[in-house]
């Protein structure tokens, strides 16, 4: 039962971060209809920015940690942000009445470009954090340990899940979206402007990305220009396990992924973790074709 309990937290913590990725996915998909395959370096540049952040921190004497933890987020959500904007305007706005796969080749060229720009500018090799936050909580007499950072990204997570359910269905960004997902061109027509609400749909999802980023580099301590890639592919994997335009269905695939990676690597052993996860999204998308949370599209003429 501990080791259960153990594997449950670290699956949960991963699944968080997965799911933090995959709103990213689903909310782009959501309003106009395509996948951001360029989000997962996105991901991987918030990372970079707040390792870069905190060096430069510690450059100017500051160690108080919450306070540079802080600004690691802040500079991490910043220029993420201007990252995702950038992306829209270059690799989609421009293809947006053009045939599907045209932006599709667009944003998979755009992924390969950002990682192979980072290599360049950061090199080839993984950088390395010392543990900022360290200790753990300790539970069931000490079998059960939760590190700090760990639990953080948790309690983070749910209060971001919190928050964008409740900027979607109470604000009025929140209902211009809503209604450029249901019809663009009648939203446009009411007086949205449907550049700008896809453009920071862009910017939400890339801030999300960056808050992802920044715990995994503290959780894990080590990063390099790769790590987008397959962290893409997993959390675009929970969008769809979950059901692509729910953000509920989103945070529920990245925990479901992160669970079975957890429990797959602790009971069986992880070199077969990600067989189990896609095997079993084959399984599920076979018995549900629109994922757990999601709903068939229902087209009227």
Known sequence: MDYFLQQLINGLSLGAIYGLI????????????????AHGEIYMIGSFVALITFLAIGALGITWVPLALLVMLLASMLFTSVYGWTVERIAYRPLRSSPRLAPLISAIGMSIFLQNYIQLLQGARSKPLQPILPGNLTLMDGAVSVSYVRLATIVITLVLMVGFTMLINRTSLGRAQRACEQDKKMAGLLGVN????????????????????????????VIDFYIGFLAGVKSFTAA????????????????????????????????WKDVATFSILVLVLIFRPTGLLGRPEIEKV
Request: glycine fraction near 20%; hydrophobic fraction near 60%.
């Open 240 to 271: 769809v396990l979950g059901g692509v335009g729910s953000l509920p269905g989103a945070m529920l695939g990245g925990v479901v992924i992160g669970l079975i990676e957890a429990f797959w690597s602790g009971y069986v052993g992880s070199e």
């Open 22 to 37: 995959a709103i990213g996915y689903t909310m782009v998909y959501g309003i106009i209809g395509m996948i951001n395959f």
């Open 194 to 221: 449907v550049d700008r609400v896809i453009s920071l749909t862009f910017v939400m999802g890339a801030a999300l990305a960056a808050v992802a980023g920044m715990m995994v580099l503290l959780i894990y301590g």
